[in-house]
């Protein structure tokens, strides 16, 4: 079936503009992770979804970034009031957890933002 | 809290050969996952290879295999007959599933792999 997919592929954006990044996951998955690959701080985890359940929040860097999950399904990561040190690219993942079954993630192709 | 080290930045090998990755970690839990994942210029993070920490056994992947050292807490991935479509950024991965409430995976640095015709 169809693996994860995001949009936009690239964002470039003025400081200052808020910004919409959207992931749809695989289908029936009910885990879903966002991620930042920078090249200062590697690959670091920004928030997780799974299910009807509280996200947990983490590790989002600060209040400017938020995140939701509308009907267990497709998410959006939104930063308000950009910096260019949010530069980066914002890599969505999802899974199917069980107590016995795939915890493992299949990340989508990712968005590049570029923050002038 | 976890972390996983990969003390490669840079690995070259010639196609056709047998490359490995190195790849340790740290943590005090008991029961995890651990992952490779391979990431080429195209961005997509793409499953290599996945090893439960409770199977003894090395879990192998058509021309991947993995030397899991529980005790040594050390992952490498082993890659032979290179092939031109190996080149990549490969990331190791921790991932805990004892600690409820923290099923995020914790990366490594990356190894850069160059394949040489």
């Known amino acids: 079936g169809a693996g994860v997919s995001q949009s936009p592929s690239n964002k470039v954006t003025e400081k200052g503009k808020d910004v919409e990044l959207r992931c749809d996951p695989i289908?029936?998955?009910?885990?879903l992770y966002w991620y930042r690959q920078s090249l200062g701080q590697g690959l670091e985890f920004l928030i997780y979804f799974q299910g009807n359940s509280a996200p947990d929040k983490s590790g989002l860097p600060s209040d400017r970034f938020s995140a939701e999950r509308t009907g267990g399904s497709v998410s959006t990561l939104t930063i308000q009031r950009t910096q260019q040190e949010d530069s980066a690219v914002y890599l969505c993942a999802s899974s199917s957890p069980s107590l016995a079954g795939d915890d493992t993630q299949y990340f989508g192709p990712g968005t590049r933002l570029t923050v002038l | 809290a976890q972390t996983v080290t990969q003390s490669q930045p840079e690995m070259s090998v010639q196609e056709a050969e047998t490359v490995t990755l190195s790849c340790t970690y740290d943590?005090?839990?008991?029961?995890?996952?651990l992952f490779w994942y391979k990431q080429p210029p195209s961005r997509q993070m793409i499953l290599v290879i996945r090893?439960?920490?409770?199977?003894?056994q090395n879990a192998t992947e058509n021309r991947f295999s993995v030397n899991f050292q529980k005790a040594a807490k050390s992952f490498s991935l082993k890659i032979s007959d290179s092939q031109l479509g190996d080149a990549a950024m490969y990331f190791c991965?921790?991932?805990?599933?004892?600690?409820?409430?923290?099923?995020?995976?914790?990366f490594g640095t990356g190894t850069r792999l160059t394949i040489i015709p």
């Open positions: 943590t005090s839990e008991s029961d995890y996952y």
């Open positions: 090893q439960e920490a409770y199977k003894q």
């Open positions: 289908s029936g998955h009910t885990a």
């Open positions: 991965a921790y991932y805990s599933i004892s600690n409820f409430g923290n099923e995020k995976l914790t």
